[in-house]
């Protein structure tokens, strides 16, 4: 096999840690509660093992999970893009197979979340095989990006067939931006009526609570099915950025935001089957990787409910000093929990 070139990007400064051991990047670059970086830490861990690699030298700095940065070539990343770029296009297509069902059975698991260990056990399982797919998306698809410019060049296929070819296949699966930016052009015009100029954005929530509950009910439903911030599970609900986000679309103006459409029918390159097949893959693994973004917050908010609601009960009980000491616990803490808040 042709080797694959690719260029190594340098962590931006802001994330990267040193201290004397070296240098450091920190994935994700905020810190986390107790039980979120045993899951991330597992993620990493589950990485490696099914992609049968060495294990990434990774610690914990200031509440993140730092892995090993090197000046060349760090091992860890060379080692994972060698192993998916020696992959078959059907080995490829697997990947995106499994990554798609596990976002299936994420958001599924989500929605019938319970304070039981079973439960519980089942969604972090699945939320770890998330963030498993978070660590590997980034190679996977330089991998493909790859594949398709080296394959190109051996059909000696000039490069812009094959990237309007990229462009028109857009509209194989939705993207979740798109639905993000339409369900904020409806909100805006219906929350209009509730907005003077150099309102608090809190207020305006405030007032429309007041007023329309059903209104309000689904603004935060909004909220809490994109992305708008980081992942820490210690978080709140983001209102006031989201609301923000809107009073800004009512100040500057709603643009409608970019669809693509796919005709189903269309064969770009009929002649190259193997090659239409990826790329197809290419596009459906960068909308899934961007979308993941916005699939992900949702698992997790239904999480952190069910995790407040345990806690809140060993609050009451004197057991905890606060609700959120749920975030500290470990996994086989927090199933400890689940099973003495089973009996009670």
Same mark, same amino acid.
């Given at each position: 096999?042709?080797?694959?070139?690719t260029?190594?990007?340098?962590?931006?400064?802001?994330?990267?840690?040193?201290?004397?051991?070296?240098?450091?990047?920190?994935?994700?670059?905020?810190?986390?509660?107790?039980?979120q970086?045993?899951?991330?830490?597992?993620?990493?861990?589950?990485?490696?093992? $099914?992609?049968?690699?060495?294990?990434?030298?990774?610690?914990?700095?200031?509440?993140?999970?730092?892995?090993?940065?090197?000046?060349?070539?760090?091992?860890?990343?060379?080692?994972?893009?060698?192993?998916?770029?020696?992959?078959?296009?059907?080995?490829?297509?697997?990947?995106?197979?499994?990554?798609?069902?596990?976002?299936?059975?994420?958001?599924?698991?989500?929605?019938?979340?319970?304070?039981d260990?079973?439960?519980?056990?089942?969604?972090?399982?699945?939320?770890t095989?998330?963030?498993?797919?978070? #660590?590997?998306?980034?190679?996977?698809?330089?991998?493909?990006e790859?594949?398709?410019?080296r394959?190109?060049?051996?059909?000696?296929?000039?490069?812009?067939?094959?990237?309007?070819?990229?462009?028109?296949?857009?509209?194989?699966?939705e993207?979740?931006?798109?639905?993000?930016?339409?369900?904020?052009?409806?909100?805006?015009?219906?929350?209009?009526? $509730?907005?003077?100029?150099?309102?608090?954005p809190?207020?305006?929530?405030?007032?429309?609570?007041?007023?329309?509950?059903?209104?309000?009910?689904?603004?935060?439903?909004?909220?809490?099915?994109?992305?708008?911030?980081?992942? #820490?599970?210690?978080?709140?609900?983001?209102?006031?950025?989201?609301?923000?986000r809107?009073?800004?679309?009512?100040?500057?103006?709603?643009?409608?935001?970019?669809?693509?459409?796919?005709?189903?029918?269309?064969?770009?390159?009929?002649?190259?089957?193997?090659?239409?097949?990826?790329?197809?893959?290419?596009?459906?693994?960068?909308?899934?990787?961007?979308?993941?973004?916005?699939?992900k917050?949702?698992?997790? $908010?239904?999480?952190?409910?069910?995790?407040?609601?345990?806690?809140n009960?060993?609050y009451?009980?004197?057991?905890?000093?606060?609700?959120? #000491?749920?975030?500290?616990?470990?996994?086989?803490?927090?199933?400890?929990?689940?099973?003495?808040?089973?009996?009670?």
């Amino acid at each position: 096999m042709n080797k694959i070139e690719t260029k190594l990007q340098k962590p931006p400064a802001e994330i990267a840690v040193e201290d004397e051991e070296g240098k450091w990047l920190a994935r994700p670059n905020y810190p986390l509660g107790k039980l979120q970086l045993e899951i991330y830490w597992n993620a990493f861990e589950r990485h490696d093992k $099914w992609l049968n690699l060495s294990p990434t030298k990774k610690k914990i700095i200031n509440g993140m999970i730092c892995t090993s940065v090197y000046d060349k070539k760090p091992e860890e990343y060379i080692g994972s893009r060698k192993r998916i770029g020696g992959m078959s296009l059907e080995e490829l297509e697997e990947i995106y197979k499994k990554w798609d069902n596990v976002e299936k059975e994420y958001l599924e698991c989500s929605k019938s979340l319970k304070c039981d260990e079973n439960s519980f056990k089942k969604f972090i399982d699945l939320y770890t095989w998330m963030n498993t797919f978070m #660590d590997m998306a980034f190679i996977y698809n330089t991998i493909l990006e790859a594949r398709i410019k080296r394959e190109a060049h051996e059909k000696k296929m000039p490069q812009i067939f094959y990237e309007e070819a990229l462009f028109g296949l857009q509209g194989i699966i939705e993207h979740e931006d798109v639905k993000k930016e339409k369900d904020a052009m409806v909100l805006t015009e219906t929350i209009k009526k $509730w907005y003077k100029e150099g309102i608090n954005p809190m207020q305006l929530l405030e007032d429309i609570y007041l007023e329309k509950q059903e209104l309000a009910q689904k603004i935060e439903e909004y909220a809490k099915n994109y992305r708008f911030g980081g992942s #820490d599970l210690r978080k709140e609900v983001p209102f006031e950025r989201v609301m923000e986000r809107l009073i800004e679309n009512i100040e500057n103006g709603i643009t409608q935001p970019k669809e693509y459409i796919l005709d189903k029918n269309v064969l770009y390159f009929p002649e190259y089957p193997e090659f239409q097949r990826l790329l197809e893959l290419a596009v459906k693994s960068k909308i899934k990787a961007n979308n993941f973004h916005h699939t992900k917050p949702r698992g997790q $908010w239904k999480f952190r409910e069910k995790l407040i609601e345990l806690g809140n009960s060993f609050y009451k009980a004197n057991f905890f000093k606060s609700p959120d #000491d749920i975030f500290e616990l470990s996994i086989d803490g927090l199933m400890s929990c689940c099973a003495s808040f089973g009996e009670s």
